[in-house]
């Protein structure tokens, strides 16, 4: 079964059954029930660390990772990220509210958003926010006000799309013209913010931000956006503007499956360090604090889902089903964007994967599946599946739908599992239900 196991993390025990950090994960199923989503701590530190020890490389003392919340929120990672020395962004107030709650240092967060409301800025103002990255204009009016009101000066950066094709699914392409995030370059936009930003007293203007998509595999758009990044920043420096700090965003691929070959993190942000240095010689201007916002590639190789199987329907002429007690609640990403995924049964981890199945979740929607002709063991109803890559953009994006009660989240440290999030019970799910 070494072809599917992904990291070192995983291993095969003496059961012929599949662990994680060698906690056997047929073990965890029966303690935590299904569906479950299990996540290693030491993978989750193992790739801060990575980006760390990169960006010293790359950037010495001047740099931030700041790790994107939206891809896996829950108190518990916080604590994690922080003593690995990140700083985080986070996206509403509910992101917000869940770092502070877990005691993360306000002053280490970003606030993105492009929809943001009065509420949410106010909250971010008042909670001591280390910066604001404004996304449209009627925010720098709404944002100095609510400033001005608490005599409260901010740092704020502005969301510029570098107009770059990130070759991902257009769903999660966010560099590109046509896209609800930031300002446009080309349109004058970037440049009219710039001026409002100027007249604003409350407003610290100290930078620039872009993210141009999610799950890219290549280093070149990357550099192209730093390119267009580092250009403006000149510019706008040149007019007089202390521009300190440029994020480049997240984005950076992980692997899903057994043939995803991402760039190593060490290479990726090697090459970013001397594309970064090129752009600003290039452009005669100094090299700014440069941030980066990895979310996937810190969580998503890091967790696995636990599954029972429920039933196996071969399909006459067409596909075998083998259907599981989850589905499209707790991981939506093969409805959203056709994601594939690779999988194991855990309780046959020593077997080959001879059947090619497509695994279905169990809502009411023909799409809800979680990969077609997949590889797997022979299943059959009692297995567990476990499918892998899956600590990222799951828990964070799961619902209620058909009323099924989100799963909970079990931390495995050093081959101790803690429930780190707990499964919803059914009176969570009318907890709110007034008529
Ligand atoms: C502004 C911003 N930063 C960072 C990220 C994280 O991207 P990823 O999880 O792919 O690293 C996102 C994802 O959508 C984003 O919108």
Request: hydrophobic fraction near 40%; charged fraction near 25%.
């Given at each position: 079964m070494k072809d599917g196991l992904f990291s070192e993390h995983f291993s095969v025990n003496a059961q012929g059954h599949l662990a994680l950090d060698g906690l056997d994960l047929v073990g965890a199923a029966q303690e935590f029930g299904t569906?479950?989503?299990?996540?290693?701590?030491?993978?989750?530190?193992?790739?801060?660390?990575?980006?760390?020890q990169a960006m010293k490389d790359a950037f010495g003392d001047r740099f931030k990772v700041s790790y994107a919340s939206k891809a896996l929120c829950a108190k518990f990672i916080y604590p994690i990220v922080q003593s690995e020395g990140l700083h985080a962004d986070v996206v509403s107030g509910g992101e917000l509210y869940t770092a502070m709650q877990a005691g993360f240092p306000a002053s280490k967060l970003h606030f993105h958003g492009n929809n943001k409301s009065d509420d949410e800025l106010r909250q971010a103002v008042d909670c001591g926010i280390g910066a604001v990255v404004i996304d449209c204009m009627d925010e720098i009016g709404r944002l100095n006000a609510i400033c001005g009101q608490r005599r409260r000066r901010i740092p704020v950066l502005l969301r510029i799309k570098p107009g770059v094709d990130a070759h991902t699914h257009e769903f999660i392409s966010t560099g590109h013209n046509d896209c609800k995030f930031g300002f446009g370059i080309e349109d004058g936009q970037a440049y009219e913010a710039?001026?409002?930003?100027?007249?604003?007293?409350?407003?610290?203007?100290?930078g620039l931000h872009c993210h141009i998509g999610s799950q890219v595999f290549l280093k070149e758009p990357f550099g192209v956006a730093a390119d267009v990044m580092i250009r403006l920043l000149a510019e706008l420096r040149r007019d007089g503007l202390d521009l300190r700090e440029l994020i480049l965003g997240g984005g950076f691929g992980v692997r899903y499956m057994p043939e995803d070959r991402p760039v190593p993190v060490s290479e990726m942000v090697s090459y970013l360090g001397d594309a970064v240095r090129q752009s600003c010689r290039m452009y005669d201007t100094p090299l700014p604090e440069i941030v980066v916002e990895p979310g996937r590639s810190i969580v998503c190789t890091a967790g696995v889902t636990l599954y029972t199987v429920g039933s196996v329907k071969a399909v006459p002429?067409?596909?075998t089903y083998v259907a599981v007690d989850g589905g499209m609640p707790d991981n939506p990403r093969f409805a959203l964007y056709q994601a594939q995924y690779d999988a194991c049964i855990a309780n046959k981890a020593a077997q080959e994967k001879s059947e090619i199945v497509t695994i279905a979740g169990k809502c009411c929607e023909s799409g809800d599946l979680l990969g077609r002709d997949m590889h797997l063991q022979p299943a059959q109803r009692g297995d567990v599946l476990c499918v892998f890559s899956t600590g990222a953009y799951t828990y964070s994006m799961a619902s209620n739908?058909?009323?099924?009660?989100?799963?909970?989240?079990?931390l495995v440290s050093g081959g101790r599992a803690q429930v780190a999030v707990r499964r919803e019970s059914y009176a969570d799910l009318v907890r709110n239900d007034l008529l």
């Open positions: 569906p479950a989503y299990v996540i290693s701590e030491d993978a989750v530190r193992g790739q801060c660390r990575a980006y760390m710039a001026r409002l930003l100027r007249g604003c007293e409350w407003l610290d203007f100290c002429g067409a596909r739908y058909n009323r099924l009660p989100r799963p909970p989240v079990v």
